[in-house]
């Protein structure tokens, strides 16, 4: 009885605790055009007065508050430096590393010169407090391509361990990242920057430190796009671009090419992840295990005591609440997070379909890692809380789904309706994303006469499928079966379609929506500018179908409010359900 007691009283705390852990799963405008030569060496204009005391002396402009110099902008590594341990060696060649969280060592600049060749502006200016201007300045393209480092800052290299393929393998770690330090901002939020494609690393293991441009507009573009949907998520600050040569076999068939390399500027709360703990557990590390913790449960997790003997099993608990949620996120979008490239994964262990019983997979590896901080009764409380996990899944996906289809209230069917759509996508390879969106914009009586114009493209190849006509007979009726909301006196035409539209793309501002279409138009540029990297050639790379289906990109432009949806996937998760 004593478990059910307790777990009870942790699932009223994590119904409680409503932040977000911000770290991996892993566990997630428009610049000029500017060329230098480098040698190897949310939306708030107000102010908290307090914070910034002397902004004449902090290089800040009077009229907006924002930095126009990098000489007194406050980046640090200290606070990570003096809470662990670094590696006592200092070279910089591959090797098992232990006793330690980071290794100092230094960006590699590249031999050639670099461009930038995109910028958020909203990273930039909100999140980092910085002028839109600097990003014209050679100083801010020295320290975004790994040239310059800042005063403060002491660049970092993360140790971690991870599974692949359901393997443990041991020592991983950032094999071609720099964590460049931490900025506490005017809002009192602090940030932690790092450079990916950046140089080699004790932790490269066979790499060779880069990445290349086709994986780093990627990175850039679904970061920026999961932001706007309203997913946690990495963000990205910058993109520059080399002419340094750098050897890729984009399929894994022995094709090797040469690509532009590049370095993406990545931002995010916290760069820990599940493998952070793994490798401190698997290696015997405890002590510096529960450092960690302690360390990521302060900053990240302030609603847990930090000195209760419970505080390991409430952080598990929220892990797994946060974890579930994400995920689910994730798939109402149509969002895939390539861990591995596909073209590997021959058993199909990280495809769409799979990722929430790989999420409950690394949760599991998580607990077990937290094990030796846990006394006999957490470890079974663990336990169960783990097992609540497909229902947190679950509901939590079934109310987004609901969402975006506009289906208010409660109705027994609701579950049968979502996977009878979704089975149906799947049949048809209709498009994950304007499927959702043209619902929310076609109006009852269209689909009650199945008068299907081509505008509705994806809703016409959905059409095809011969159940169509079935499910939305099943769709109109729940519709009518909706809860009485305010909107019930709109006029019927309308009314299905407002409904329908919830916090779908529908609610995506035009400021965003420009936005991603200022940022698609310039790294198209970027790519074409590249050289002998073709636009067919990067957007095959992208997870987003809606992306490779339009090459060109015009129909990007003529749909800039869809945008949003760039983690698309075509095929939607495989259902239980047999239509033929």
């Known amino acids: 009885m004593f478990a059910i007691k307790e777990l009870k009283h942790y699932t009223i705390k994590m119904m409680i605790l409503g932040l977000i852990w911000e770290s991996t799963v892993g566990i997630f405008c428009r610049g000029k055009s500017t060329e230098f030569e480098v040698v190897s060496v949310p939306e708030c204009d107000s102010v908290d007065s307090n914070h910034f ?23 640090t590594s200290q606070k990570l430096i003096d809470s662990f341990p670094l590696d006592p060696i200092t070279e910089n060649y591959v090797r098992q590393v232990r006793d330690c969280i980071f290794s100092a060592v230094h960006p590699e600049p590249f031999n050639s010169a670099v461009k930038l060749v995109a910028v958020s502006k909203e990273v930039v ?47 991983l770690g ?29 932790y490269s293991r066979d790499g060779d430190g880069r990445a290349v441009l086709r994986s780093s507009v990627r990175e850039f573009l679904c970061s920026e796009a999961l932001n706007y949907l309203g997913i946690p998520t990495t963000r990205a600050a910058s993109l520059v671009v080399s002419n340094d040569d750098i050897k ?89 997070h390539d861990s591995v490239p596909n073209t590997s994964d021959d058993e199909g262990r ?17 607990r077990k890692a937290l094990k030796s901080l846990l006394n006999h009764k957490q470890q079974l409380l663990a336990e169960q809380i783990l097992k609540g996990y497909p229902d947190l899944y679950q509901t939590k996906l079934m109310e987004l789904f609901k969402a975006k289809l506009g289906l208010i209230g409660h109705d027994n069917n609701d579950d049968y309706l979502i996977a009878y759509l979704l089975k149906l996508m799947e049949d048809t390879r209709a498009d994950f ?26 809703i016409q190849d959905l059409a095809r499928h011969k159940k169509f006509s079935y499910w939305i007979n099943l769709y109109l009726s729940r519709l009518n079966r909706n809860t009485e909301t305010p909107m019930a006196h709109q006029p019927s035409e309308h009314y299905g379609a407002q409904l329908r539209q919830g916090p779908t793309l529908a609610h995506c501002s035009e400021k965003a929506s420009l936005y991603l279409q200022r940022l698609i138009t310039s790294l198209r540029q970027a790519i074409l500018a590249s050289g002998n990297l073709r636009l067919e050639e990067a957007t095959d790379s992208l997870p987003v179908p809606s992306l490779r289906r339009c ?27 047999h239509l033929d």
């Open 551 to 577: 090459v060109t990109l015009q129909r990007m432009y003529k749909q800039s409010i869809h945008l949003h949806s760039a983690a698309a996937q075509r095929q939607s998760s495989k259902g239980a359900l």
């Open 248 to 336: 890729r076999d984009q399929f894994y068939n022995g094709s090797v090419k040469n690509e532009k390399g590049a370095i993406v500027l990545r931002v995010a709360k916290s760069w820990f992840r599940f493998g952070s703990l793994e490798i401190l557990a698997y290696s015997g590390e405890t002590e510096l295990l529960r450092k960690l913790v302690d360390f990521i449960i302060k900053l990240h997790f302030p609603l847990i005591n930090v000195t209760s003997s419970n505080r390991y099993l409430e952080f598990f608990a929220q892990v797994v609440t946060d974890t579930s949620y994400l995920i689910a996120q994730w798939m109402s979008v149509g969002f895939a």
């Open 53 to 75: 005391t002397n902004s004449d002396r902090l290089g800040y402009s009077k009229i907006n508050r924002k930095g126009v110099s990098l000489d007194q902008w406050n980046l």
């Open 125 to 171: 200016e909100d999140l980092l407090d910085l002028d839109l201007s600097i990003t014209e300045t050679k100083e801010f393209i020295q320290f975004v391509s790994g040239a310059q480092i800042l005063a403060g800052s002491v660049p970092l290299t993360h140790r971690y361990g991870g599974h692949q393929f359901g393997i443990w393998v041991g020592q």
């Open 174 to 202: 950032d094999g071609r990242a720099h964590l460049l330090g931490a900025y506490t901002n005017r809002h009192g939020i602090r940030w932690e920057l790092q450079l990916k494609g950046s140089g080699k690393t004790p």
């Open 433 to 458: 994303t304007m499927t959702f969106r043209q619902l929310s914009e076609i109006t009852q009586q269209q689909l009650a006469a199945n008068s299907i114009s081509e505008e509705y493209w994806a």
């Open 350 to 366: 990280y495809k769409i379909g799979n990722q929430a019983s790989v999420g409950r997979y690394n949760l599991d590896k998580l």
